[in-house]
């Protein structure tokens, strides 16, 4: 009922009793049967296959179809939604007006929320039972009661500070994905969406993203003096160190190590016949035999370790010991660090600069050195990042250290060996090839690049760099990326968009099959990742699937296996930057 008229949908339009104007599918008229002599009866409706109705705040008729939404005001059609303006589907079910006017469009393919001119879309089991909505009601409280064709769902409001949404992930790190000897990562989920029942699991980034959780509690304690974040910090850098000690070598770092009496790990020691080989060799030349010796036993027994040790990791490990070293370490503990840092980065000299694992050869991905960078054509793509790499553990290494043999090498790469021109392009993103991991591993890298060289025409080199980097990924709105690039440049980033971010991230880190691909306003293209169906724009964290930074941000599918709620990922990607930005004076502090 609008100003006394009682408006019904139908199947063949818009009615309305009583009524003396133009609203609908032809005219509005004084009874139902009049409606049949009307004329132009398609003229001001975008179909007139009714579905819903709902009436806001400011006296304005919704009405939804098959082809979309009509906006009446007086009488007269003001607007209309489309999959155009944005409307994620025209399968719609139901239309409802909440207490702060926003509309809640129930659809075949999930929930959308309309607030003037911006739009949100709920669907998967992250938010829902079923993608199919029937209808949405309120209570006193605020509260959506959504009926779907499989159950309720009922959607909460709970307001949150940034910093009272850390605490929340705070815990959830530390509920889970700690575990022995102080690892972070994922776990799995027996039970689809219990987090009550839990159990660890491994990967192979166990050692970096460790290190990152490193980092964000160090500018935690930093930022708070929460001697609870100075503990965590201490307990993640002894984990790290483990990574190292446990191979009982002079400097090799594991990727990850788990109690000897686990039998199921990601990936299980195998041997291969000469036909599988023959197969791995051919999709990548770079697949190395490990002869059933992925995992080693350590001395004690106690440990499986993993070997095949990648750069990603060891950019992970030396960008979270000078965080470490500069925000929590005592004397004491510096002079542990740089002992640490140093043995490593000698191991990796030692090695020609390469990570040579206990087989006497380069790991598969752990290659620095000018030999294959340059003269290589099967690491010309890593030609640029790994030179940044290698510069930057040295860079680390020798301000903990002070030892300035470090320096030496640092100007013998750039100069001898040309590094500083490979720098200048640290990755070469093409119609062909484009990788977000490049992107997450670089931004660990030129922290230390800036922060501790002195050097004006090394800086300025570096900054050359550190441009070229940002540039493509600019536009994705990263708060990782985006405020390790404003804290050494004077580039403007997009602030909004990262806010934006931080606060739309779901606090549900279930991995849910998220499947956006029936959505009606998206376009589907093959870039920036090539071959990969994604996305054309960025959409808001809640719609996509869990993400990582060194993940594609534009894919918009995530179904199969674990990800049927039966793993849920660490928030690490998100507390790591919130508590950089804070630390750096980019996000204010609550008041």
């Known amino acids: 009922m609008v100003d006394g008229v009682l408006y019904m949908a139908s199947w063949t339009g818009l009615y309305s009793l009583p009524g003396s104007y133009n609203t609908s599918a032809g005219a509005v008229v004084n009874d139902l049967n009049s409606y049949n002599k009307s004329k132009n009866s398609y003229d001001q409706l975008l179909s007139r296959n009714m579905q819903g109705m709902a009436v806001d705040h400011k006296g304005r008729l919704w009405v939804g179809s098959r082809a979309g939404i009509d906006v009446f005001k007086n009488g007269k059609r003001i607007k209309s939604l489309t999959p155009k303006e944005g409307l994620p589907s025209t399968d719609i079910r139901s239309l409802s007006v909440d207490a702060d006017g926003k509309i809640w469009i129930g659809t075949g393919k999930g929930l959308a929320r309309y607030d003037e001119g911006k739009w949100s879309f709920l669907h998967s089991l992250r938010w829902l039972p079923d993608n199919e909505v029937h209808d949405v009601s309120f209570d006193s409280e605020g509260s959506a009661w959504v009926a779907t064709r499989n159950g309720l769902s009922v959607i909460k409001k709970r307001k949150m500070t940034l910093e009272s949404k850390a605490a929340f992930f705070q815990k959830l790190v530390r509920d889970r994905h700690v575990r022995p000897p102080g690892l972070v990562e994922r776990c799995a989920l027996p039970e689809p969406g219990n987090l009550e029942k839990h159990e660890p699991m491994d990967t192979d980034n166990d050692g970096s993203f460790t290190g990152l959780y490193l980092a964000s509690e160090c500018y935690r304690y930093a930022v708070t003096g929460s001697e609870e974040a100075k503990a965590h910090a201490i307990e993640a850098y002894r984990a790290m160190e483990f990574l190292q000690t446990v191979t009982d070598t002079p400097g090799f770092v594991a990727r990850t190590v788990v109690p000897s009496a686990w039998n199921e790990m990601a990936d299980e020691n195998r041997t291969f016949t000469p036909q599988q080989e023959a197969d791995n060799l051919v999709r990548g030349s770079r697949w190395k035999n490990m002869n059933n010796n992925l995992w080693r036993k350590s001395s004690d027994g106690k440990w499986l370790w993993k070997g095949d040790t990648s750069s990603d990791e060891m950019t992970g490990h030396f960008f979270a010991y000078h965080v470490y070293y500069d925000l929590v370490a005592d004397e004491k503990e510096k002079k542990r660090v740089a002992k640490h840092i140093a043995k ?144 050494f440049s004077d580039g403007k980033i997009q602030i909004d968009d990262c806010m934006f971010l931080l606060r739309d991230v779901p606090l549900d880190m279930v991995q849910w099959t998220v499947d956006n691909s029936k959505r009606e306003d998206i376009k589907i293209v093959h870039r920036p990742v090539e071959n990969r169906f994604q996305s054309e724009r960025l959409l808001p964290a809640s719609e996509r699937p869990i993400f990582r930074w060194d993940r594609n941000v534009y894919r918009f599918t995530q179904v199969g296996g674990l990800f049927k709620g039966k793993m849920e990922g660490s928030s690490v990607f998100w507390l790591l930057p919130y508590w950089m930005g804070r630390y750096e004076g980019i996000i204010a502090a609550p008041e």
């Open 344 to 487: 490593i980065m000698d191991y990796i000299i030692d090695g020609g600069y390469d990570l040579i694992d206990i087989d006497g050869k380069a790991t598969r991905w752990g290659v620095w050195s000018p030999e294959k960078l340059n003269n290589d054509p099967d690491w010309w793509l890593e030609k640029g990042i790994n030179s940044v790499e290698i510069l930057s553990y040295l860079t680390a290494t020798w301000h903990c250290t002070k030892d300035e043999k470090y320096q030496k090498e640092i100007e013998k790469l750039l100069t001898k060996h040309n590094y500083a021109e490979n720098i200048l392009t640290p990755m070469h993103p093409g119609n062909d090839y484009f990788t977000y991991i490049g992107y997450d591993l670089l931004s660990f890298t030129y922290p230390a690049l800036f922060k501790y060289e002195k050097d004006p025409a090394r800086l300025a080199l570096y900054r050359k760099s550190l441009e070229t980097w940002f540039a493509p990924i600019k536009k994705d709105g990263s708060p990782m990326y985006s405020f390790f690039y404003k804290r």
